[in-house]
């Protein structure tokens, strides 16, 4: 069977790595890049991190270029590739899901597929389910002509990488205060697991002698 791939898709039959699956406020548009346009190190430093543990068990392929920096300098990939122009707005309906290449689905209808299985790994165990028994349907019936040319939905701009990176330290901030709730509880737990020595002040050993002093 062959190798399973989250992230990656086509539009207008040019192949895409999926970034956002849908953009907040714009339900029915995600966040894509083409390979294919794209300069080799940006290609490879997308690549490197699609491929890698953190960017296959991301439901958010964008947090996690957020995190990853950039081989031409300090900047991080997803601010690099969106400064140049290289992150693109797609509709849903136009982007097809291709996790190997006897499976596809149309991206609004994995959406939909998520939302209901609840995302996560849960539903990725469900969405490997689904391949493994009868693979997914290519289904573009609702889509809009194929003909669109990519740059006609529009570049990511400023404003979307600020929404991005406002709703990064969102839940950065939300994990923070999970984790020191966590630790909280995890000390007072140890507390209680091993008491402070409650010793007598003053008292001498047990089993000791007073020496007796010399003249």
């Known amino acids: 069977m062959a190798k399973f791939f989250k992230h990656v898709g086509e539009h207008n039959s040019k192949k895409v790595v999926i970034v956002q699956r849908h953009i907040p406020e714009e339900e029915h548009m995600c966040s894509v890049i083409y390979t294919q346009t794209i300069p ?53 309906n136009q982007v097809i899901v291709k996790p190997n290449a006897a499976s596809s689905i149309r991206l609004d209808e994995l959406n939909k597929l998520l939302l209901d299985a609840g995302v996560g790994e849960e539903a990725q165990r469900k969405l490997e389910k689904m391949d493994r028994e009868r693979g997914f349907a290519d289904s573009r019936k609702t889509g809009a002509p194929s003909d669109i040319p990519e740059d006609s939905a529009g570049v990511m701009s400023n404003a979307d990488l600020a929404q991005l990176n406002i709703k990064q330290a969102g839940d950065m901030k939300v994990q923070a205060k999970a984790l020191l709730d ?34």
């Open 182 to 215: 966590e630790a909280k509880r995890l000390e007072a737990e140890a507390k209680k697991l091993n008491p402070p020595s409650t010793k007598s002040r003053g008292k001498k050993p047990s089993g000791t002698r007073t020496k007796k002093a010399t003249a």
């Open 40 to 92: 080799s190190h940006y290609h490879d430093d997308v690549m490197r991190v699609l491929e890698s543990p953190e960017g296959q068990t991301s439901d958010a392929f964008w947090e996690v270029l957020l995190r990853r920096t950039s081989s031409t300098g300090s900047v991080n990939i997803l601010e690099a590739v969106a400064r140049e122009g290289y992150l693109k707005k797609a509709p849903t």
